[in-house]
């Protein structure tokens, strides 16, 4: 069986996965809930603003992460090891995109930066005036957004620089600052 039709639960398959004392976490929020309460004396990454930390995690799925997608989506596609696994991508999200082909979901590059760069927008003007989304220190905003732009990082680092940050001031010197987070240790 292929590790990708593999899951640790009756969920669909999904990453990132943890175990812990036994049982199985999958999904980022359902994660990071466990892992606050599992962890009381760590560093907090939700605090108390639980509701605003899931808005903001909504918020990035339906307006970063589907453009963001769309511009790696070829790249990640031609990452997989295998043509079974490239299968497998292909029909599943060629499926989710209501027939379009990868290429053609691939396409209007110009359009999928200017989505993007507009999703970014408002986020940029919390930035101009914080260090981190949520204020002062790192957040699980912080992370949420981290994770999606480091896609595009490890895709197409140079459009990021150059295209999507720039103009974006606050954007860019809140990338910088994540760093530590971000690249290898």
């Not at 359902?30 to 760590?42: G, R, W």
């Not at 899931?54 to 990640?76: G, S």
């Not at 760069?117 to 949420?144: C, H, M, R």
Request: charged fraction near 25%.
């Amino acid at each position: 069986m292929s590790a990708w039709a593999y899951s640790k639960t009756d969920k669909k398959p999904t990453v990132p996965v943890i175990i812990h004392d036994g049982k199985v976490i999958q999904d980022s929020w359902t994660i990071i809930q466990y892992l606050e309460k599992a962890f009381p004396e760590k560093p907090r990454l939700l605090g108390d603003n639980i509701g605003l930390h899931r808005l903001f995690l909504d918020y990035c799925e339906q307006h970063v992460m589907i453009p963001l997608f769309l511009l790696c989506i070829l790249d990640i596609y031609s990452r997989f090891p295998d043509q079974a696994i490239q299968n497998w991508f292909r029909e599943r999200i060629e499926k989710q995109l209501g027939g379009i082909t990868l290429e053609n979901a691939a396409q209007d590059v110009t359009r999928h930066i200017a989505e993007l760069k507009s999703a970014l927008q408002p986020i940029d003007g919390v930035l101009q005036d914080n260090e981190y989304i949520t204020g002062p220190q790192v957040g699980y905003a912080d992370v949420v957004l981290a994770s999606f732009l480091y896609t595009l990082q490890v895709f197409q680092k140079e459009r990021l620089e150059n295209e999507i940050l720039d103009n974006m001031g606050g954007l860019a010197a809140w990338w910088k600052r994540m760093k530590p987070y971000t690249e290898k240790q």
